[in-house]
Every structure is written in structure tokens, then in C-alpha cells.
């Protein structure tokens, strides 16, 4: 038998930059990459996609993206600018993955040029799922306006929307070619949106580094009563930590295993259980707190550093227990669970805790202990 056996490698890079008024007149950052990114030979162009949430927020917002671009002509930039819903929303209905894909054919956008989108972690999975599969991989470019997307998931290589009742079923592993962290977005968001992502920096904190973790405990009501400063320093890290994970050794998961996703299998579930209620990171700092309970029950986490986790948890203004986690006798949380294992392709592989700052991998999950997690959070912790 003959074999031909092919092997290449692709290098990705692309850089996180942060910034403040990113389209402010004298604020060249963006249209310097632009100029810069590819070859001079191709006409570039650029559509830009809005989150409906920012838009509102900031009214002035397309009026100066079109004043920025107004003064150079190095970049056509799109006639129209697409708004569309945030939130899960945008993930859920197929129909705004059509018009993303739509928009992209009708003003031409092809392989040398860009698509950015401007919104949360959901409106940018949709907006990069959109772009990956668009003559199979047009550039996008992220601006994330959440704190959980300008830490976590915006400066990531994942895209996807949601199918058939599971999260992210459709996706794809996609890098942008660049991320622009701008604060002054999030000086809009509610307090809700302002907390949430914090979560996804507890996580991290909690999976890598005791360091982190301490800095968290020491500035958590700094952080919850919105201290810009504090705020921009955890979300430098926690991107950082989020990053240089990602690079370690399998960026596009091609293993079981997802430390990264420490505290998420179970809210994954209650997103749906609560119909999408409740915020993505509140979801995640209960299947933190879940996750940390379980880990001291199994004999792997103290009481104290149990202690010092949902103290933290509280501390930045999280509710850590919600009634759907018990519905059915929590069968409804155990199916949360088997969705999780094929999600990862049939192998269960969960991140535990040793200790602070100290995950570990397992492929079992005792359900019984679970069972007793669940009743721990609704007898000792707030309740949605």
C-alpha cells in the first residue's frame, strides 16, 4: 500500500492591545494596524458589527467609527454598520447568523479583509463563527466591551453559536488577528455586567496561580464597587493568564482535557436551566462555588481555603446558589453534566482542586457528592 503523508504547521500570532477611546480622531492605533496588516497590494475593506446593548449605551458610537475612517483612504470601510442583539440571543437564533453572513457578501469582504465586531462574549462567538466560515476564513478583528469578554473569552481563539438546545455545539477555533481592549466601554455597564466577568478571573486564579487569587481576596471590594484601576489591572492578568494557557500546548483542544473550563459544566447547564437568566459569569461563580464544594467534600480542598473561596465569591457581590441546580432531584444538573462529556468527546475530563492556585484533572464525578454540594450551596450561601 502506498501512503503520502503530509505534516505542516501554521503559526498564529496576534497581539492584545489596550487602550481608551479607540476611535477618538487622534487615537491612530486601529488604522495603523490596518495600514500595516498584509500586503499593500489588496484593497482593504472593513464592516464593522455592533452589539445593540453598546450602541445604545454609546448613541455617538457609529457616527465616530465613520469620522475616523472619514479621513483616510488607505481602508474602505462598509456603508453600513450591522447592529444586532447581544447576550445569548444572538447565539441562539439563527437568523443574525445570516444577516452577519449576509453583510459580509454584500460589501465584498473577502480574504484580505476585515470583519470587527464591538459587543460581549456572545455577540463576538457569533461574529467570529460567522467570519471563520465566510470564504472559509475572512480576518476578524474583537473589540470587547465586557469585563468577561475583555478578559476571558474576547481574547481567545473560539467562536461558536448555540444548536439544538447545547451551548456552542456549532464553532470553530478561529484566532482573530487582533484584539482591542478599550476601558472606555466598560464605564457603561451595569453592575450586573461589571461583576460578572470577574468570575472568569477567580477561576483562572484558582486553577494557576496563588498569587492572583491573593491579589483577588485583597481588592474584592474594590473591584465590586467599581474601581477603574483594580479593574484594569485583573483584567490585564486574568487575559494574560488566559493567553499564555492557550499557547502551552493544545490552543485548538484536540485532547479532552479543558482546565480552562474549571466551574463550567455546571454553569453551562443553569444557563439553560434559568433560561439565560442569569449572566454567563454569575452562572460560573456558582459552578465555582459547586465545583469547590464538591473538591472539599471528595477530601481534596481544606475547609479553609473553602472558606477563603466562597468569602471571596461574596466578597465581589455573587449569589452562590440557584433553586434550578435541585430541580428533579438535580437529574436536570447530572444531564448538565453528560452534555459536558460529549462536548468533549466522550471522555469526561473535569478540573478539580488540590489547592488554591492548584487544579487537577479527574475523568469520574461521584453524583451522590453532587447531590451534597448542591445542598451545601442552599444551606449556607445567598440564594438567586
Known amino acids: ?112 479583509s476585515f470583519v470587527a465586531a464591538i459587543g460581549g462574549g456572545a455577540f463576538l462567538d457569533m461574529t467570529g463563527y460567522a467570519s471563520a466560515v465566510a470564504h472559509r476564513g475572512v480576518k476578524h478583528i474583537r473589540i470587547p466591551t465586557t469585563v468577561l469578554s475583555q478578559n476571558d473569552s474576547g481574547v481567545g481563539v473560539k467562536n461558536g453559536i448555540n444548536y439544538i438546545g447545547k451551548k456552542n455545539f456549532l464553532g470553530t477555533f478561529a484566532p482573530p488577528v487582533a484584539v482591542f481592549n478599550d476601558s472606555t466601554f466598560l464605564t457603561t455597564l451595569n453592575d450586573r455586567d461589571w461583576r460578572s466577568g470577574i468570575a472568569e478571573a477567580v477561576k483562572v486564579a484558582l486553577i494557576k496561580d496563588l498569587k492572583f487569587f491573593t491579589w483577588l481576596e485583597d481588592h474584592a471590594f474594590a473591584l465590586a464597587n467599581r474601581d477603574e484601576d483594580a479593574m484594569y489591572q485583573h483584567i490585564f492578568r486574568c487575559a494574560e493568564l488566559h493567553v499564555q494557557h492557550i499557547s502551552s500546548g493544545d490552543p485548538f483542544e484536540s485532547g479532552s482535557a479543558r482546565p480552562l473550563d474549571f466551574g463550567h459544566w455546571a454553569a453551562h447547564k443553569l444557563e439553560y436551566l434559568t433560561n439565560f437568566s442569569i449572566r454567563h459569569g454569575e452562572a460560573v461563580a456558582i459552578g465555582i462555588a459547586l465545583d469547590s464544594v464538591y473538591s472539599h467534600l471528595k477530601g481534596d480542598l481544606t475547609e479553609n481555603d473553602l472558606h477563603r473561596i466562597i468569602t471571596l465569591l461574596q466578597n465581589l457581590g455573587f449569589e452562590l446558589y440557584h433553586p434550578a441546580l435541585a430541580e428533579n432531584d438535580k437529574i436536570n444538573l447530572w444531564k448538565g453534566l453528560n452534555e459536558f462529556r460529549e462536548h468533549l468527546g466522550g471522555q469526561l475530563t473535569i478540573t478539580l482542586l488540590k489547592a488554591l492556585g492548584k487544579g487537577e484533572e479527574v475523568h469520574e464525578i461521584d453524583f451522590e457528592l453532587v447531590k451534597q454540594a448542591v445542598d451545601y450551596l442552599a444551606s449556607k450561601v445567598c440564594v438567586f
Open 1 to 112: 500500500m502506498s501512503v503520502i503523508q503530509q505534516s505542516f504547521q501554521v503559526q498564529f500570532s496576534y497581539n492584545i492591545q489596550f487602550t481608551k477611546n479607540l476611535f477618538a480622531p487622534e487615537n491612530s492605533l486601529l488604522i495603523d494596524f490596518l495600514r500595516n496588516y498584509g500586503s499593500p497590494t489588496f484593497k482593504k475593506k472593513i464592516l464593522f458589527l455592533i452589539d445593540e446593548g453598546v450602541s445604545e449605551a454609546h448613541p455617538y458610537l457609529q457616527d465616530a467609527i465613520r469620522n475616523y475612517f472619514a479621513t483616510q483612504d488607505a481602508i474602505e470601510l462598509a456603508s453600513d454598520i450591522l447592529v444586532l442583539p447581544g447576550g445569548e440571543i444572538v447565539k441562539n437564533q439563527p437568523s443574525y447568523f445570516d444577516q452577519a453572513l449576509e453583510a459580509i457578501d454584500t460589501y465584498g469582504i473577502d480574504r484580505h
